[in-house]
Structures are given as C-alpha cells and as structure tokens.
C-alpha cells in the first residue's frame, strides 16, 4: 500500500460499520471524488485521499465499512492489518446515530487499539427525524474521547471534525482501562454500550420506522416483491431505450459527417490514400459508433440505476433474491455484485470482496460475466431494435423492447443460478454459508450529486476505456482487412472463413464469432467489428442508422435466428480482457481465470448450439 | 406466569422477542454476538421474504436479514 509512504504528516485512518455514511465523510474531508453507494461494504479496497488544516497536511484512508475487527471477512482482515500495522495517527470511527449501540460496541473496540480516537457521529439528521436525541457531550464524557457530530451528506461538522482530529494527532488522547477489559467480548462489550446509551440517548417515539416497514412491506412483501423488482428493471430499460434512440441517431449522423470531412481534409494535406482509409475508415469509425451507441443510454442509465442504489432498494432486491441463491448454495449478496455487473463486470469482480465465503466468491466472480455490462447492453439493445421491434413504432417500440432486453436480464440471472448450482455440487462442493445482509434505512436520494456522479465517475469512465480500446482495434481491423496473403484474399477474408464453420455451428457466422474473439479485450466494439467486416466484403458504406444497418446484416445472411444466437452468445462467452484479469488479481491463480473463461464459453456454445438446432428443425 | 421460549425463526412477522442464548459453533456465534445479538437482546421479526426465507429483523436499530438457518440458533424468550 503505497498509500501512507509519502510526505502527508499525518495518517488519519477512518473506520465504521457498513452504511454509516463512512465514504461521504471521506469524500467530503479530502474532496477526492470516490465512489459511495448505499449497500454493506461497498468500499472494497483501501482508498486514500489529502486534505490539510491550518498548514499541516493529512492523509485520509478509507478503510472497507466493518462490524467488528475481529477478522472473519476479507474486509475486516484489511482493516484490522492496516491499524495494526501501518504507522497510523488517529483514528475516525464514523458512527450511525441511529444505530448508536452496534456502532459504539466498534469503537469500544478501536479504543483497546490505543491509537488516538475521535469519535465522528454522523446522520445527525436522519436521528432527528427518527426523534433521536442524543447528548453529544456526555457521549463523549462516558466513552472518554472526542465526539463530533456531523451531517457529512450536506457538509455540516467537518471543520469541527478536522480540529478534533488536529487536536488528537498532537496530543494523543487519554485511554480509560476500565473501557478496554470491557471490549473483550461481545456480551460485554454490548452491555456497556446499553449503559452509555442509557446515559446518552432519548428516543421519543418508539415505533420510528413506521414509514420504512410500510416500504418493507410493499418492496419485500411475499406477493409484490417479485413484480415490483421486474416491473422497476423493465422502466428503468424501457427509459434507457426509449430516451437513446434519437441522441444516438444524431452521433452516428455527426460522426459520418465528422468522417468525411476529416477524409477529404486528410487527403488535401497530402496524406497517402491508404493511410487516409486507416484513419478514416479503421479508426474514426470505430471510435464514432462506440461512442454515438454507447453514450446516450450510459448517460440515461447509469443514473437511474444509481437512483436506485442511493435510495436503498438495492440490497432488498438482495433479500427477495437470497432464497434463490441459498438454493443454488451460494450467497444473496452475489445480487448486488451482479448489480456492479450491470456496469462493469471488472467491478464486479472485485466487488465479490463483500461476500465472507471464499467459496461464495469464487461462484459469484466466476458466473458474474453472465450478467450484461455495459460494453454488451448496446449491442443487445440494437439487435432487438433491428429484428425484434422493427415493425413497431414509437411508444410500442421502446416499450416492447425493454420488456425484451429485461427478459434476457432474466434469462442471466436464471443462468447465473444455473451455473452456481452446478458448481456448488461439481467444482466448488459446499453448503450454502451464513449471510447477514443490512437492509439500510430508505433513503431520499441526491438528485443533482447522482447525476453528477454517475456522469462523471461511471459514464465518462467507461467510455474512456472503450474508446481506449476501440481506437486501436479499429486500426487493427482496417489492417486485417488491407493485408492481403496468398491467393489475393484479405487476412480478414481467411480468419473469417476459418471461423465459419463453427460460426454456423452455433447460429452465427464466422464474421460474428471473429468478432466476438477480437473484442475479448472490451466488449463494446463487437458490433462495429461486425459491421467493418461485412462492409470491407463488399455492401453499402455508410450506416447512418438501424434500417441501413439491418439491410446490411439481413444482406449477409443474418436471420431472426442468427440474432438471437448472437445475443445469447453475447451474455454467454467468455469474460472480457479486464475482468479476466481482475479475476486473475483477485484470486492469485491463472487457474480460475481460466476457469473463469471455460465456463461461459462452454456454456454459450452448448446453449447456442441447442437453440441453433432446434431452431433450424422449426424452420 | 409460563414463559415461551422458541428458535427465532419461528418469531411470527410483527412479534417481539428477547434473545435468551444462541446454539452456535464458536465463530458463528462470535458473528452474531459482533451484530449485538446477546443475551438481552430485543427482537422483532419485521419482514419475511417473498418466499420465507430469509427474514428481517429488527434490532439495536437497524434491520438486519437473517436466513432461517442462523435464526434457527437463537432462542427467544416471548
């Protein structure tokens, strides 16, 4: 951890229970823009950020959100390693105000650690509307250290908390014995913080989650649990295409433009055609169709699914999933890291840490590829639109489409369980483990800071990668298609042809399946590597939209069948570059990286081979 | 007066309970004990699943879901 070895005076380390806020107050001390979300542990690794008071300068670490520092997770083992051992000079333990007694039997812990301690008591507000009231200065009186209260969401109490912290970094801080013998084990040490509470804290009326049970049990009820989670995932589809559409159509309309100016332009400065072609043709294109297919619905749904996320909902679609998963002997948390898949399925991977069981983890990162990222929903997205709901219309349209796209999600999940089943009876033999999952209070979520957020750390991220790799790999094809070998044929021309055969085996073509191998190192240009492909065999040149581009795939030989294999084998086939080798970080072994690959592949093959022959016997 | 004792997962929806002890193995045990589900403990049984199981609890202040294999070890006294 390179994190504390530099010139920041001052290490302040901040630890807390899951889902106490603990990455707001981070974020809001060093300013650095790192990512919080609303489920237990959601802060997977060590992150770290400056901030400085008064001309001393302070390093902040973000430590994974803990209940106790007894190390039984991946999580709690990072944490208690790093207070154990790095050179740290005070602690922040965040606390949730309302759940003051699980908190403090945290830093009842902390304390034996006889690091300097400030105490940081943060959701001040949501305890005062629970009608919570707490005696800030008596709290701090029993427990012996400072404590802040904070409202870390709207910035209220970070000064105070910076001098406290200053304070304590100097002076140390005066530690009571008699609190340390208590903090040996839970029963004590929950039965001194019911002491203090006593002391500190008055709740005015009793029944204060009222609200939040009403939602519990229309969001988890045994009859709308289930229905309410498809219909929300279908909206959030239904909007995600409905509202791309036409901010896709003008990309793609600006960048054809974009192209040939730049071409004409390219070839009156002298440039040689050839090189013009590449540019032009191999990596403007590429570069434009990512860009004009993936922004619009990224920019439309990543901030509604953050929505989602930041109000709380997220880890009750884990509860209503649970059942699924213990059946499948695996974790319910693998839901909400099969949620991170929606986005990224690198970032799933590492978001496994959260699952306690190294058997359970491997299950979830090995099945989490079936679940679409991002690279992949544009894809899916415009195939339905070409061969499913073409003959529809406006509002009929989207809105059939995103019933489709959501039953393939379906049909990832039920693959996922599938595939966790037979890997909990076969390679990974095992009963299902122990799970707590916090089901965290519902939230009123930030709209300006979610779109903001989910714009510039989501959005822009991803694109960046993609575009990183689509600017080469359009270059790359430009050149397969211009070698020529042997008898005349384009490089393109043979590799296509030697795929073919089991293209056709499994429904596509060789040009799709070529195309599936070379985006392995990101998923988001499998359709322009597909279009490049049938346009440098010979067909029309420009696709400004999916009409053309339908007649261009319908003219080499695409059928609804060859469709639906392909979007089957685009959920099932092998992980992309970045998460294999995330896979590869996570679990030390080229062995389940491997593995990790095998497993969709041969579970794609097998399912499109089936549905391409059954397909071909109806027809 | 008869005091009723039962495992938590029997703890109907909407009921308060006060945790009596649990029957884990060690580690479990410690996991639960870390939640604050000691002896003395009050629980209520917020929310079953769509299909049983798992079930939310509430206790100490937050809701926390429990599958009814871990409940299962913690006695309640009604």
């Given at each position: ?6 010139n ?7 630890v ?144 105070q ?34 002491q ?23 969001f ?22 409905a ?8 990309l ?73 998963f ?23 991977v ?62 990832a ?34 709209i ?64 799709i ?20 492909n ?20 319908v003219?080499?030989g ?8 392909t ?15 995330t ?34 016997l109806?027809? | ?78």
């Open positions: 951890m390179a994190l504390c070895e530099d920041a005076e001052y290490i302040v380390a901040l807390g229970n899951p889902n106490v806020g603990k990455s707001t107050v981070f974020n809001a001390l060093t300013g650095l823009r790192q990512h919080t979300g609303n489920w237990a542990g959601k802060t997977v690794s060590v992150a770290g950020g400056d901030y400085s008071l008064e001309g001393q300068s302070y390093r902040a670490i973000d430590l994974p959100g803990i209940y106790s520092l007894e190390a039984m997770s991946a999580d709690e083992e990072a944490a208690r390693q790093f207070l154990l051992t790095k050179k740290v000079d005070a602690v922040v333990v965040v606390a949730d105000a309302t759940a003051l007694e699980r908190n403090l039997s945290l830093v009842l812990q902390v304390l034996t650690l006889k690091i300097p301690i400030v105490v940081c008591l943060n959701l001040l507000d949501e305890a005062r509307k629970k009608r919570i009231k707490i005696d800030i200065d008596k709290l701090s009186e029993q427990l012996g250290v400072p404590v802040i209260g904070t409202n870390a969401r709207k910035g209220r109490g970070l000064e908390l910076k001098q406290a912290v200053a304070k304590v970094c100097v002076s140390g801080c005066p530690i009571r014995q008699e609190l340390d013998e208590q903090a040996v084990d839970a029963k004590r040490r929950y039965a001194c913080v019911e203090i509470c006593a002391q500190c804290v008055v709740f005015d009326k009793q029944d204060y989650t009222s609200f939040d049970r009403r939602l519990d049990r229309f988890m009820g045994k009859w709308t649990a289930v229905p309410i989670m498809l219909l929300l995932l279908a909206i959030v589809f239904w909007i995600t295409i509202g791309a559409n036409y901010p896709s159509a003008l793609s309309q600006f960048f054809i433009a974009f192209e040939s100016a730049s071409k004409s332009l390219l070839l009156d400065i002298g440039l040689p055609a050839a090189v013009v072609s590449l540019l032009a043709e191999g990596l403007l294109r590429t570069l434009g169709w990512v860009i004009a297919v993936m922004l619009p619905p990224m920019a439309i749904f990543f901030p509604l699914f953050t929505l989602l996320e930041d109000s709380g909902y997220l880890p009750r679609v884990a509860f209503n999933l649970d059942n699924c213990q059946r499948a002997c695996a974790c319910g948390k693998q839901s909400l890291t099969m949620c991170m898949c929606f986005g990224c399925n690198a970032c799933g590492i978001g496994c840490r959260i699952i306690q069981s190294p058997r359970e983890k491997l299950i979830a990162m090995l099945t989490n590829s079936f679940v679409p990222c991002n690279g992949r929903f544009p894809t899916l997205i415009a195939i339905i639109s070409m061969f499913c709901v073409a003959a529809l219309s406006g509002f009929t349209r989207s809105l059939l489409a995103g019933l489709l796209l959501t039953a393939l999600v379906v049909f999940v039920l693959m996922t369980l599938a595939i966790s089943k037979l890997l909990s009876h076969t390679l990974l033999k095992g009963l299902p483990s122990a799970v707590t999952l916090e089901l965290p209070p519902y939230r009123k979520p930030q300006g800071t979610v779109l903001v957020r989910s714009l510039l750390d989501r959005t822009i991220f991803v694109l960046g990668r993609a575009a990183k790799v689509a600017a080469p790999a359009g270059v790359l094809i430009w050149l397969l298609a211009n070698i020529t070998v042997g008898g005349g044929e384009s490089l393109l021309a043979v590799l296509t042809e030697f795929f073919r055969p089991f293209g056709c085996f499994l429904g596509l073509d060789g040009a399946l070529l195309a599936f191998v070379l985006s392995f190192p990101a998923n988001e240009i499998f359709l322009p590597l597909v279009i490049m049938y346009l440098q065999l010979g067909g029309i040149v420009e696709i400004d939209n999916l009409v053309t581009l339908r007649e261009l795939l003219a080499n695409w059928t609804g069948l060859t469709a639906l294999c979007m089957i084998f685009c959920l099932l086939h092998f992980p992309c570059g970045t998460t294999v080798l896979i590869k970080k996570e679990t030390g072994s080229y062995k389940w990286a491997l593995i990790s690959i095998a497993i969709p592949l041969v579970t794609g093959c097998a399912v499109c081979a089936l549905v391409n022959g059954v397909g071909q109806v027809m | 007066m008869g005091k009723v004792y039962l495992s938590l997962n029997k703890l109907p929806q909407g009921k308060c309970a006060c945790v009596r002890t649990l029957i884990a193995e060690e580690e479990a045990k410690r996991r639960l004990e870390d939640l604050g589900l000691v002896a003395g403990t009050k629980v209520e049984t917020v929310q079953k699943g769509p299909s049983g199981d798992p079930t939310a609890y509430y206790f100490r202040g937050t809701v926390i879901a429990l599958r009814s294999e871990q409940a299962r070890q913690i006695l309640v006294e009604v």
